[in-house]
C-alpha cells in the first residue's frame, strides 16, 4: 500500500523560507522509474504542480518558480524535500506531495498525501 | 504556456449521465487524467491516460479525447460522485498542466 504524508510549518512569514518534507511508504525512490511530485492548491482555487523529482535524481521545476524551489530526496529515510524561498501571502496553499506515474509520454499522479496547509501571514 | 479550460460548473441528477470537458490545443495529440477532489479531501486519480482506470475506481467513469476536448463522463451518477473534478496534461512547454476544475452537484 503507497502512503505519503506532508510535514512542514503552518506559518510562515512573508520572505522566509518554506521547508516541507513528504514521508512516503510502498515504494522506493531507489527505484527505477519512481517519481515524486509537489503540487499547491490555493484555498479555492486550482492545482499547480510544483516540482518533480526522479529516481535517478532528476529535477524539473515549474517554470517561473524554478528560482525559488529546491527539491531532493533521502531514500534512507523514504523522503522528498521542497524548499521554497522569498515565501509571499499569494503563496499561502496547501502542499500536496504525490507519486508520480510515467507512461508513454505523459505523467499522471496516482497517490496523493493528505496535504498540508502553508499559511504566509507576518 | 499550455492551458486547459474547464466549465466552473455541471450539474446532474441522480442516476443519469454526466458529462465533464476539457478543451486545450490539439488536446487530442495528448493523453490527459481526470481527478476527483472530495470537500477537505486530496485528489484522487480516476482516469489516467485519456481512457483507463485505476484499481477501485467504478466503472460509471470513463473518459474520452480528440481533436480540442477531453471528456470525463459518469454514467449513472450518485450522490457520492459530488465533488470537485480536474483535468491533468503533459506539455514540454509547462511541463504539467491542470484545468481550473469543475464542480459537479448531484441535484
Not at chain 2, 54 to 74: C, K, M, Q, V, W
Amino acid at each position: 500500500q503507497v502512503t505519503l504524508k506532508e510535514s512542514g510549518p503552518a506559518l510562515v512569514k512573508p520572505t522566509q523560507t518554506l521547508t516541507l518534507t513528504c514521508t512516503f511508504s510502498g515504494f522506493s525512490l531507489n527505484t527505477s522509474r519512481m517519481r515524486v511530485s509537489w503540487i499547491r492548491q490555493p484555498p479555492g482555487k486550482a492545482l499547480e504542480w510544483l516540482a518533480r523529482i526522479d529516481w535517478d535524481n532528476d529535477k524539473f521545476y515549474r517554470g517561473y518558480l524554478r528560482t525559488r524551489l529546491t527539491i531532493s530526496k533521502d531514500t534512507s529515510k523514504n523522503q522528498v524535500v521542497l524548499t521554497m524561498t522569498n515565501m509571499n501571502p499569494v503563496d499561502t496553499a496547501t502542499y500536496y506531495c504525490a507519486r508520480t506515474d510515467y507512461d508513454s509520454g505523459t505523467y499522471w499522479f496516482d497517490s496523493w498525501g493528505q496535504g498540508t496547509l502553508v499559511t504566509v501571514s507576518s | 504556456s499550455y492551458d486547459l479550460t474547464q466549465p466552473p460548473s455541471v450539474s446532474v441528477s441522480p442516476g443519469q449521465t454526466a458529462s465533464i470537458t476539457c478543451s486545450g490545443d490539439k488536446l487530442g495529440d495528448k493523453y490527459v487524467s481526470w481527478y476527483q477532489q472530495k470537500p477537505g479531501q486530496s485528489p484522487l486519480l480516476v482516469i489516467y491516460q485519456d481512457g483507463k482506470r485505476p484499481s477501485g475506481i467504478p466503472e460509471r467513469f470513463s473518459g474520452s479525447n480528440s481533436g480540442n476536448t477531453a471528456t470525463l463522463t459518469i454514467s449513472g451518477t450518485q450522490a457520492m460522485d459530488e465533488a470537485d473534478y480536474y483535468c491533468q496534461a503533459w506539455d514540454t512547454s509547462t511541463p504539467v498542466v491542470f484545468g481550473g476544475g469543475t464542480k459537479l452537484t448531484v441535484l
